[in-house]
């Protein structure tokens, strides 16, 4: 049989362990929350590094695809792939050989570099110029012509120049380069071979950086594998600290039930005990009274009559009177032990909300645990989709911006209308003013018509009056009664009184119509006047209104077109010196001060030339300066597809070479596709995919793809 007090500390035992395994698992969860903060911070940088390694190899293939590109047909290397050049000297190097760098130094081409003496004759650069071999590593063909050419300060040409023997140039870090003829080129655009050397040079130094982000994008990968490793770590020690703390528990409950139990046994066991300890006491008693009775009986028995009926009645009586004794002790018995099982179970629902107030409080941090991970989980979940939706939120914008501008132009013209409509409505309402005061007017020289015939009517009436009181002294309503002309008596002839009649009416007539109605009118008429001089004020206000509202969208308008008209001006010239190899252009607003009614004049200087306009230049030169034009307004506003027809027509081949190197370029810096139709060679072998179209038969076309 189970010892409730064995039972009693084997719950408490199990209390405590749970309570430990409790904590051990909030432990283990902060130390989890800490590690998930650590990657989460870790990721961080490995996105950022990643992001430089892809902008890195971004730039290194862009910039091999432009070198690939400009690489000279034919099977032979330019010299120019076989020069090293120290960094910052690129233009000078370019300005100084120029064209020459894209020849071979293979004897079987056309036009070649080749080994041409050893150079000793030759003569010395002046003093104060460093040769520009100092700075290029070259093959030895190039030996003597880098030789003889200087690299100086800005400062030094003007005192250096004289200096120059038959042959020689000096050249500056900017790119401007000084002949011993005197010829001067200046340092205005570096050219394509100084741009192809800033290239290789730029290409070399990206592999280090690549390299070098590589490597710090693996340590940041490798921080971030071990807060991942962390993360598993602590999520396996919360799961070992999760089950010993429902296996904790498990016992807990196991230990109260098995105590439940005991304390039932024990309950039991002693409500039996005391039933058979008082059983005995009965039982006890009764023995001795029946020793006592038995006693009594033998004595009275000797004396007595044959009493067996009495005596079996008698042992009836005792043995209800067992019974009921019997069962009065069970009763109690059961009544102490209900009492004891109450008292035990009461323990138990006391330990019970204990425990259920532990279980909340776990579950309140939990839920407030939960929610914080939640939030912060949004949180995550929100940055990734900004930074997912950022590109093409700046896209939005920009077609938004777009979109508001040309709002703002048609918002300006319906104001323009409404402002013209206004003027009408303004003409229209101060014609009906001018029309209600002529009309005011007209009323009130007809009431002071009116007021004056009143006027004469009532003088007319007073006289009458007055001529009858003096004619007849009576008041003139008794001229009845002495006329003699009774109520109900026979009137005088008809023709008289029709006379008579006639004779009122003419004098009625000459006072002339009573307008009874005038005041009545003349508030009528002043009350409109009120409202179309109010309407009129409306409309001027609303006229100020308009106009400052267009003088606003006109000067946003001017802004926005100078700054836009700004940025294709400076892409035009870079794309002009380009396209030309050198050469000046510029976009001029001409006719007007007003940039919305101003005229556009091109000005262009082809390298050789003064500047002029458009229509002064060659066909092919047109062709170039129009090329630039578009370009430089298609790289303000980059569209995905672009069409060029036939724009090489009118070009030859070596300008063919440039328009092809800037569609290289053009194609590198943008994310636009060009398709282009063209019947050129030289634009054919340069482009990466070709579409040809045939015509087998008159009216069908067939569509042909060259790889």
């Known amino acids: 049989l189970d010892n409730p007090a064995e039972r009693q500390d084997a719950v ?47 730039e290194k293939r862009t910039i091999s695809r432009m070198l690939a590109a400009g690489a000279l047909s034919g099977g032979f ?47 010395g650069l002046p003093e104060g110029a460093l040769p520009l071999s100092s700075y290029v590593t070259a093959p030895p063909e190039l030996a003597r012509r880098l030789g003889q050419i200087g690299v100086i300060a800005q400062s030094d040409a003007e005192r250096l120049m004289p200096l120059l023997r038959p042959g020689q140039r000096l050249v500056t870090r900017e790119g401007a380069v000084y002949r011993w003829d005197g010829h001067v080129s200046g340092s205005e655009a570096p050219g394509a071979a100084a741009l192809r050397l800033s290239q290789k040079n730029r290409l070399s130094e990206l592999e280090g950086e690549i390299d070098e982000a590589r490597d710090i994008l693996s340590e940041t990968e490798d921080a971030l594998a071990q807060a991942g490793s962390a993360i598993s770590i602590e999520e396996k020690r919360l799961a070992e600290a999760r089950d010993r703390s429902r296996f904790a528990a ?34 006890t008693g009764q023995i001795e009274d029946l020793g006592v009775q038995e006693e009594d009986a033998r004595i009275e028995l000797e004396d007595a009559p044959d009493l067996s009926a009495i005596d079996a009645k008698l042992l009836n009586q005792q043995s209800v009177v067992a019974t009921d004794r019997g069962r009065l002790a069970e009763a109690r018995a ?110 009130r020289e007809k009431r002071g018509r009116a007021e004056e015939r009143l006027v004469s009517a009532a003088e007319k009436r007073h006289e009458g009056e007055l001529r009858i009181r003096e004619a007849l002294n009576v008041e003139p309503h008794d001229v009845m009664r002495i006329a003699g002309i009774a109520p109900g008596a026979t009137l005088p002839d008809i023709r008289e009184i029709e006379r008579e009649v006639d004779r009122l009416k003419m004098e009625r007539e000459r006072l002339g119509a009573v307008n009874l109605r005038a005041e009545e009118e ?17 409309i001027i206000d609303a006229i100020r209104k308009l106009r400052g509202a267009i003088q606003s969208l006109n000067r946003e308008g ?108 053009m194609a590198a810096s943008t994310e636009t596709r ?11 072998a340069r482009m990466n995919r070709l579409f040809g179209v045939t015509m087998a038969e008159q009216g069908v076309s067939q569509l042909v793809s060259v790889d």
Request: charged share 30%.
């Open 12 to 58: 408490e035992a199990a209390e405590i362990a749970v309570e430990d395994a409790t904590i051990a698992a909030e432990e283990v969860e902060s130390a989890l929350a800490h590690a998930r903060s650590n990657e989460l911070m870790a990721r961080g940088p490995v996105e950022s590094a990643r992001s430089a390694l892809n902008a890195l190899e971004t």
């Open 77 to 123: 290397v330019p010299v120019a792939e076989m020069i090293r050049v120290d960094r910052g000297y690129e233009a000078a190097l370019g300005a100084a050989l120029g064209d020459d760098l894209e020849t071979p130094v293979d004897e079987s081409a056309s036009a070649h570099w080749s080994i041409n003496g050893d150079g000793a004759s030759d003569p």
């Open 250 to 283: 498990r016992q807990l409950s196991d230990a109260r039930d098995a105590l439940a139990a005991a304390e039932r046994a024990a309950g039991d066991l002693t409500r039996r005990r005391d039933v058979v300890a008082e059983a005995v006491s009965q039982l």
């Open 334 to 443: 059961a009544f102490e032990g209900q009492s004891r099982e109450i008292e035990a179970r009461k323990r138990r629902i006391a330990a019970i909300a204990q425990e259920r107030a532990t279980w909340v409080s776990r579950m309140t941090s939990a839920a407030d645990h939960i929610g914080s991970l939640r939030q912060r989980e949004e949180e995550a979940r929100d940055e990734i989709v900004d930074l997912e939706a950022a590109p093409e939120e700046f896209d939005e914008r920009r077609r938004a911006l777009i979109n508001e501008l040309q709002k703002a132009e048609a918002a300006r013209k319906a104001a323009s209308d409404r402002l013209v409509e206004a003027e009408t409505r303004q003409r229209e309402t101060d014609r009906i003013a001018a029309t209600a005061l002529s009309e005011l007017a007209e009323a």
């Open 522 to 538: 003349q508030k009528e008429l002043s009350d409109k006047l009120s409202a179309l001089i109010h309407e009129r004020d409306d």
């Open 558 to 665: 001017r802004e926005r077109m100078l700054a836009a008209f700004d940025v294709v001006n400076k892409q035009f010239q870079r794309l002009f010196t380009h396209l030309f190899n050198g050469g000046t252009a510029e976009l001029q607003l001409i006719e007007s001060d007003d940039p919305l009614e101003a005229g556009l004049e091109i000005l262009a200087r082809p390298p050789g030339k003064k500047p002029q306009t458009m229509t002064l230049l060659s066909g092919g030169e047109q062709a170039l300066t129009a090329m630039a034009l578009i370009f430089a307004v298609f790289l303000t506003n980059p569209a995905p597809i672009c069409v060029l027809d036939e724009v090489d027509a009118p070009l030859d081949d070596h300008n063919v070479e440039r328009y092809c190197n800037l569609m290289d370029e």
């Open 674 to 684: 060009f398709i282009i139709i063209t019947h050129n060679p030289i634009t054919m």
